[in-house]
């Protein structure tokens, strides 16, 4: 299919007009259908044998009546609390961001990050999106949330949904069965690159005791252009390397790599407690190793799955990955750095600022900056392994049957030039914002297009085993919707499941939803089919997930339709397919996780 692509000023003049001032006025927001006749939504499960309140000195219990080796899978408290959250998504020209660059953003009701999401294990969350942009849809996924029998709440469009068109809003509902720490995100292009962002917090038991929870931790990589326009720049082969972020920020705070504007996050710690700390890499490409100079880290959580304690001294996070970490507030009372450090090489992200940090305060320490610069450690983009899940699971290795999805690289020349083109199975994936998966099952439409990448997986409840295997010398963080991956093995070369099954770890390995994939190596992941509906599998770099690097698993299909109120997709899919008509900037034309936009042609990168 043919791409046509702009000149330097069009394209500048286009991305400027997709941010045009939000001072207009408030657009006629379409209300979604009532949907009658809801069966009821939990039916109460009375837990396990009491075992008091969580507290200071019991934080392995919850609510007396479940714990932290519950098995959340099967077992969870009712829904105590309904949590409504209003989110208003804007276009900001000329915003005054967190170490001084004026910039375009995308912002969540005015403020970067966006407002946490906080629930208790077993609430539901309502959502209310309105998309107040002018001309950008938009969709929130809610990274992590296994959405059982809810997998039209997942928000990733063209998949589960329809974008939210401009004027419109979209409430979404679900049901946290899992506890501990996540985020949410734009899955529209590579939004969240511009803002759409924030912390999602499920409050429930932990595996080690502490005295004070601190809160989400989110920490980004920041540029000063738009995510829109730096996609133009890292898909094109010529300019080699991706964009270098610009800064790299802790809960939305930084000081400018050239030190003339912005501000260090101050973390607070009280002396002689321990704390809880929520870490989650919310960037776009960089990956973090995160020190605290003086101190450990005492890691209880896995992305949302609660682990045996292990200390560390440092903590290498992929993009998208969360680890609860305790602090123990044990050292003399003053301010010490909390230090992230990016490998060398750019072989997973690069910034220009060459030492992000912020500051950790001890109470009655002076407001000032610390001293000691800690330790030099030279990071690396290999992720952390030899976490044991409280929650065990174990397989049969007799079951051990796997299939192999290759991840490829493709430079094809597109018209304008080379372009960097990731393929799984040998496809780029290319969704269809305007048809998503869900609407096909709605209308009992079996035949999918083969761009879309999509495998049916028909078992129930049964194990079922992939083998990643990747040539390329760059790492990937692999992330999965709908599940919580067993981490069978990770290592280099080339897996040969009929020689290597000894490597594997089938008896309780690393659980989680990120993992990271090596460069020039191999991963081999299970998980149970026990979630009926359509769940995507991707890099979480946003620059490999633009140029293809996805697929999507279809999950029980047959059961979907009974599980979900597939209908209440439909007044959106309608508003959608509406606008796109009218647009200047649709429909997409080009292939991959990515759109162009207007006549001039600018890509916008779904992510």
Not at 55 to 73: K, L, P
Not at 104 to 128: K, S
């Amino acid at each position: 299919m043919t791409r046509f692509f702009p000149s330097a000023s069009a394209c500048s003049a286009l991305v400027l007009s997709l941010f045009a001032s939000t001072a207009l006025s408030t657009p006629v927001h379409l209300q979604p259908t009532v949907v009658q006749n809801l069966v009821p939504r939990q039916t109460i499960i009375p837990g396990g044998k009491p075992c008091g309140q969580n507290n200071e000195t019991n934080r392995g219990c919850w609510r007396n009546n479940w714990n932290v080796s519950t098995d959340y899978d099967h077992e969870y408290p009712p829904a105590f609390n309904t949590r409504i959250f209003n989110f208003r998504i804007t276009n900001v020209t000329n915003w005054q961001g967190p170490d001084g660059t004026v910039k375009h953003a995308m912002l969540i009701n005015g403020q970067f990050p966006g407002p946490t999401i906080e629930a208790d294990w077993g609430d539901y969350i309502q959502v209310n999106v309105y998309n107040d942009m002018q001309d950008n849809g938009t969709s929130i996924h809610w990274h992590g949330i296994r959405q059982y029998g809810e997998g039209n709440q997942d928000g990733a469009n063209g998949v589960t949904e329809c974008p939210i068109p401009p004027g419109h809003m979209k409430i979404y509902d679900f049901h946290v069965q899992q506890y501990g720490t996540s985020w949410y995100h734009s899955h529209y292009s590579n939004q969240y690159g511009n803002g759409i962002v924030g912390a999602l917090i499920v409050k429930g038991p932990a595996s080690a005791n502490y005295d004070i929870d601190l809160g989400p931790y989110l920490m980004t990589d920041y540029y000063h252009q738009t995510a829109d326009r730096l996609t133009l720049v890292a898909e094109k082969v010529a300019n080699g390397a991706p964009p270098d972020s610009d800064n790299v920020l802790f809960r939305g705070k930084g000081v400018h790599f050239a030190g003339d504007g912005g501000s260090f996050d101050r973390l607070n710690l009280t002396p002689g407690k321990k704390h809880l700390l929520r870490l989650i890499n919310a960037s776009v490409d960089n990956s973090l190793t995160i020190t605290l100079v003086g101190h450990n880290f005492t890691v209880i959580a896995t992305d949302l799955v609660p682990i045996t304690p292990v200390v560390r001294t440092k903590l290498f996070l992929g993009v998208g990955q969360r680890y609860d970490v305790i602090i123990d507030a044990n050292q003399a009372i003053g301010n010490y750095w909390l230090n992230a450090t990016l490998e060398k090489d750019n072989n997973c992200g690069k910034s220009r600022n060459n030492f992000p940090a912020a500051i950790v305060s001890y109470a009655g320490a002076p407001n000032a900056n610390p001293t000691n610069p800690g330790t030099k450690i030279e990071a690396d983009c290999v992720g952390e392994t030899g976490f044991k899940p409280v929650v065990t699971r174990a397989i049969d290795p007799a079951l051990f049957a796997p299939s192999t999805l290759p991840i490829t690289l493709e430079f094809p020349d597109r018209g304008h030039g080379r372009v960097f083109e990731w393929r799984v199975r040998g496809t780029p994936i290319n969704v269809e914002w305007d048809h998503p998966v869900l609407e096909r099952i709605l209308e009992g439409n079996d035949t999918y297009p083969s761009q879309i990448n999509l495998i049916d997986v028909p078992g129930k409840d049964e194990w079922v085993f992939w083998v990643i295997q990747n040539d390329l010398a760059l790492p990937h963080p692999i992330h999965l919707h709908g599940h919580d991956f067993l981490t069978l093995g990770i290592g280099e070369g080339t897996f040969d499941a009929a020689t290597m099954r000894d490597r594997l770890n089938f008896d309780n390995p690393v659980r989680r939803d990120v993992v990271q994939m090596p460069g020039e190596g191999w991963l081999v992941i299970a998980y149970k089919l026990d979630n009926p509906g359509v769940w995507l599998m991707h890099c979480h770099i946003g620059w490999h997930v633009s140029g293809g690097l996805g697929l999507q698993f279809l999950e029980r299909k047959d059961e979907i339709r009974a599980l979900m109120k597939l209908d209440q997709m439909k007044p959106n899919c309608d508003a959608w397919r509406a606008y796109e008509k009218t647009s200047p900037y649709l429909p997409k034309t080009d292939s991959g996780l990515r759109r162009r936009v207007g006549g001039e042609g600018v890509v916008r990168v779904l992510g």
